[in-house]
């Protein structure tokens, strides 16, 4: 291999590819699905209330009201010194509901002398005011010592990490950018990267590259600009989208083998194909068999489906993507699904070399 | 258009000669290429002399180009050696590319860049100094056209482009795939301009051609290609005294002509005897012709 071959070759790739609208298409359309879904499926918030608290004395109420909320709803604690001031920022619209804390609050609850706690709500209806009141029973009760008359249990009528519990754990923006992110990376290695190499030998500019440098040398070049491509994209995907994974090197590395395994797919249509022309008609074969699993783990399919999807290295991809971006074991199985992408990784290198070998000869 | 800049120096890193003084640029013994029950080259053999411009003449599937694909080392013989510079295609193709460089009969640019993009994606990959792109286009009379994209050229200026691109390492062995393919008169002459100019600089040119008259023009020596096999190999002037029909075209008296074959008693005898009867107005004789030669080693026209 000669490195100043692969970079020259790598860098005129670079700089005409924004002379060619084909594979402009190709990296923006799925950074502008990325861009759509930002825009018409906002993420689902948790309700947040903001509660100003006037009390002259320590209380323990507002972290027994979070104890309460649970992660249900933000709550939020403006405490002020004065009753004037609770009014103040609710009337201000700064807090969704106030609390005047008389003094000695907590000892007045805990010796049940029933002291006066004020609810300060604002005109009009306020779910926040709505929610706190309500709460504010049970809290007491707890401060006070109380049991509840009966322990209410909340269960998610679906059985955890299906599929839909998935959706709705991540939301459904979340879930389609991840989609996305694997188009991409399908059309960066199985369009984009065929397109810069079988148009070198199809209108034998590769004859003058191979006047001084090798077949390698040429493949290596077109496999780093597809690698320069996901290194700039797939990071401004998830910029763009606002996406964070939680578990970083899972998910790097789910995108790593993924990228890893398409290029194989890429370089041996390539081999395959003597033309552009060809390249269009059959590349979408590839995509599709990537791609569409995808959206399958989303589905509560019959089981024997979900096992031929469990087969495609695009459906194992998306699960350790959904793994590692939310930072939880939502499908497991992470040794069988980088298991499923690196066989399909050895099934394509072995039969693109056994394609180059016969082209050779 | 532009007019092309003549090549009057040439200045080319010395390269220490890889066997005894004055070995031949090219030699090729018993080459064979198959391509499963083909024989497309059938156990050729020549050298080319440093500086000499070699034609090879041939019909479409004659092995013309699949000869100049092993000895640009982008094909693999079946069995035979080729050397270019004292070096083995097969063997040391890292020695040879540097010192070769190839024209192809496909106007094989990228279409979207310029020519001076073109040039200096080419000079980057040889590791060729940038300032020469400039010195390249001026050579090939391109300097104006240079930041145009290339596929507004026309077809001759992209065969000049390409000249310009086989130049930018400096080649000691320059190879031509019919060079002035489906160019106009004016561009085809401008070509063999520039392959002339190149020779006086010390390069050696290997040709391959459908056109006689241009072998004719520009060869030191050609060799006639027919099914793989080398048919014939010497100097045009050697091969049309050798197969060539020389002719004279004779005006008479009256206003009629006729056309004599030189060689041929008859003729002669006929001739002596309108010259006796003073009936002969002009005669102008005429050279046998490569295509001549090519006819009678084998059997069509190319």
Same mark, same amino acid.
């Given at each position: 291999?000669?490195?100043?071959?692969?970079?020259?070759?790598?860098?005129?790739?670079?700089?005409?590819?924004?002379?060619?609208?084909?594979? #402009?298409?190709? #990296?923006?359309?799925?950074?502008?699905?990325?861009?759509?879904?930002?825009?018409?499926?906002?993420?689902?918030?948790?309700?947040?209330?903001?509660?100003?608290?006037?009390?002259?004395?320590?209380?323990?109420?507002?972290?027994?009201?979070?104890?309460?909320?649970?992660?249900?709803?933000?709550?939020?604690?403006?405490?002020?010194?004065?009753?004037?001031?609770?009014?103040?920022?609710?009337?201000?619209?700064?807090?969704?509901?106030?609390?005047?804390?008389?003094?000695?609050?907590?000892?007045?609850?805990?010796?049940?002398?029933?002291?006066?706690?004020?609810?300060?709500?604002?005109?009009?209806?306020?779910?926040?005011?709505?929610?706190?009141?309500?709460?504010?029973?049970?809290?007491?009760?707890?401060?006070?010592?109380?049991?509840?008359?009966?322990?209410?249990?909340?269960?998610?009528?679906?059985?955890?990490?299906?599929?839909?519990?998935?959706?709705?754990?991540?939301?459904?923006?979340?879930?389609?950018?991840?989609?996305? #992110?694997?188009?991409?990376?399908?059309?960066?290695?199985?369009?984009?990267?065929?397109?810069?190499?079988?148009?070198?030998?199809?209108?034998?500019?590769?004859?003058?590259?191979?006047?001084?440098?090798?077949?390698?040398?040429?493949?290596?070049?077109?496999?780093?600009?597809?690698?320069?491509?996901?290194?700039?994209?797939?990071?401004?995907?998830?910029?763009?989208?606002?996406?964070?994974?939680?578990?970083?090197?899972?998910?790097?590395?789910?995108?790593?083998?993924?990228?890893?395994?398409?290029?194989?797919?890429?370089?041996?249509?390539?081999?395959?194909?003597?033309?552009?022309?060809?390249?269009?008609?059959?590349?979408?074969?590839?995509?599709?068999?990537?791609?569409?699993?995808?959206?399958?783990?989303?589905?509560?399919?019959?089981?024997?489906?979900?096992?031929?999807?469990?087969?495609?290295?695009?459906?194992?991809?998306?699960?350790?993507?959904?793994?590692?971006?939310?930072?939880?074991?939502?499908?497991?199985?992470?040794?069988?699904?980088?298991?499923?992408?690196?066989?399909?990784?050895?099934?394509?290198?072995?039969?693109?070399?056994?394609?180059?070998?016969?082209?050779?000869? | 258009?532009?007019?092309?800049?003549?090549?009057?120096?040439?200045?080319?890193?010395?390269?220490?000669?890889?066997?005894?003084?004055?070995?031949?640029?090219?030699?090729?013994?018993?080459?064979?290429?198959?391509?499963?029950?083909?024989?497309?080259?059938? *156990?050729?053999?020549?050298?080319?002399?440093?500086?000499?411009?070699?034609?090879?003449?041939?019909?479409?599937?004659? *092995?013309?180009?699949?000869?100049?694909?092993?000895?640009?080392?982008?094909?693999?013989?079946?069995?035979?050696?080729?050397?270019?510079? *004292?070096?083995?295609? =097969?063997?040391?193709?890292?020695?040879?590319?540097?010192?070769?460089?190839?024209?192809?009969?496909?106007?094989?640019?990228?279409?979207?860049?310029?020519?001076?993009?073109?040039?200096?994606?080419?000079?980057?990959?040889? *590791?060729?100094?940038?300032?020469?792109?400039?010195?390249?286009?001026?050579?090939?009379?391109?300097?104006?056209?240079?930041?145009?994209? =290339?596929?507004?050229?026309?077809?001759?200026?992209?065969?000049?482009?390409? +000249?310009?691109?086989?130049?930018?390492?400096?080649?000691?062995?320059?190879?031509?795939?019919?060079?002035?393919?489906?160019?106009?008169?004016?561009?085809?002459?401008?070509?063999?301009?520039?392959?002339?100019?190149?020779?006086?600089?010390?390069?050696?040119?290997?040709?391959?051609?459908?056109?006689?008259?241009?072998?004719?023009?520009?060869?030191?020596?050609?060799?006639?290609?027919?099914?793989?096999?080398?048919?014939?190999?010497?100097?045009?002037?050697?091969?049309?005294?050798?197969?060539?029909?020389?002719?004279?075209?004779?005006?008479?008296?009256?206003?009629?002509?006729?056309? +004599?074959?030189?060689?041929?008693?008859?003729?002669?005898?006929?001739?002596?005897?309108?010259?006796?009867?003073?009936?002969?107005?002009?005669?102008?004789?005429?050279?046998?012709?490569?295509?001549?030669?090519?006819?009678?080693?084998?059997?069509?026209?190319?």
């Amino acid at each position: 291999m000669h490195l100043r071959i692969i970079l020259a070759i790598a860098l005129k790739d670079l700089k005409d590819a924004v002379r060619d609208g084909r594979i #402009l298409m190709a #990296l923006f359309m799925p950074l502008g699905f990325g861009l759509i879904y930002n825009v018409a499926m906002p993420d689902v918030q948790k309700p947040s209330i903001t509660v100003a608290i006037g009390a002259t004395d320590p209380t323990v109420l507002p972290i027994v009201l979070r104890t309460i909320a649970g992660s249900a709803v933000n709550l939020k604690f403006n405490t002020v010194q004065s009753a004037a001031l609770v009014r103040a920022q609710v009337e201000a619209k700064k807090a969704d509901v106030g609390l005047v804390i008389p003094a000695g609050f907590d000892a007045a609850v805990a010796a049940g002398s029933a002291p006066t706690l004020v609810v300060v709500r604002p005109t009009g209806i306020s779910t926040g005011a709505i929610y706190i009141a309500s709460a504010l029973d049970g809290a007491l009760r707890s401060m006070a010592g109380q049991h509840a008359p009966a322990v209410i249990a909340t269960e998610t009528a679906q059985p955890a990490h299906d599929a839909v519990s998935v959706i709705s754990n991540l939301g459904s923006r979340k879930f389609l950018v991840l989609g996305t #992110l694997i188009l991409l990376i399908a059309m960066i290695a199985i369009y984009v990267l065929p397109i810069i190499l079988t148009e070198e030998f199809e209108k034998k500019t590769a004859d003058a590259l191979l006047m001084i440098g090798t077949q390698l040398d040429v493949v290596t070049a077109k496999v780093s600009v597809g690698l320069i491509y996901l290194a700039v994209s797939v990071p401004l995907l998830l910029l763009m989208t606002r996406m964070a994974p939680a578990n970083v090197p899972l998910f790097a590395a789910a995108v790593v083998v993924l990228s890893v395994t398409l290029i194989g797919v890429g370089l041996l249509l390539a081999s395959l194909v003597r033309s552009v022309s060809q390249l269009n008609t059959w590349s979408s074969i590839p995509l599709l068999v990537v791609v569409l699993p995808v959206f399958f783990v989303a589905l509560n399919l019959p089981s024997w489906v979900q096992t031929a999807m469990a087969a495609m290295p695009g459906s194992q991809a998306m699960r350790l993507l959904v793994d590692g971006f939310t930072g939880q074991a939502m499908y497991g199985g992470w040794m069988l699904a980088f298991g499923v992408m690196a066989a399909w990784a050895g099934i394509t290198y072995a039969l693109l070399i056994r394609t180059l070998s016969h082209r050779v000869a | 258009m532009a007019t092309m800049a003549v090549i009057t120096e040439w200045t080319r890193p010395a390269v220490p000669a890889p066997r005894e003084a004055a070995p031949p640029m090219i030699a090729v013994d018993g080459l064979i290429k198959r391509y499963g029950q083909v024989k497309a080259v059938d *156990g050729i053999s020549f050298t080319v002399a440093r500086g000499e411009i070699f034609s090879l003449l041939g019909h479409n599937g004659a *092995g013309k180009t699949t000869t100049i694909r092993m000895l640009t080392c982008q094909t693999r013989p079946t069995s035979g050696t080729a050397e270019v510079g *004292g070096f083995n295609c =097969v063997e040391q193709p890292e020695r040879i590319k540097p010192r070769i460089n190839l024209v192809s009969q496909n106007q094989n640019l990228y279409e979207r860049m310029s020519g001076r993009e073109n040039l200096a994606f080419f000079a980057s990959l040889y *590791g060729t100094p940038p300032a020469r792109v400039a010195e390249l286009m001026r050579i090939v009379g391109m300097t104006e056209a240079a930041g145009r994209r =290339v596929k507004t050229y026309s077809g001759g200026m992209k065969q000049r482009l390409l +000249i310009a691109r086989a130049l930018v390492n400096q080649p000691e062995v320059l190879f031509l795939d019919e060079p002035t393919a489906g160019l106009d008169p004016a561009s085809a002459k401008e070509v063999r301009t520039l392959i002339k100019d190149l020779s006086r600089t010390g390069t050696t040119v290997f040709l391959t051609t459908h056109y006689m008259e241009e072998a004719d023009q520009l060869s030191d020596r050609v060799a006639f290609l027919a099914h793989g096999k080398i048919i014939a190999l010497d100097t045009p002037r050697e091969l049309k005294l050798r197969f060539g029909h020389p002719t004279a075209k004779v005006l008479f008296d009256d206003r009629s002509e006729t056309t +004599i074959t030189l060689a041929s008693s008859d003729d002669a005898t006929r001739m002596a005897s309108w010259m006796r009867d003073a009936k002969v107005l002009t005669v102008h004789s005429q050279e046998g012709t490569l295509e001549d030669v090519f006819i009678a080693l084998a059997g069509r026209a190319l």
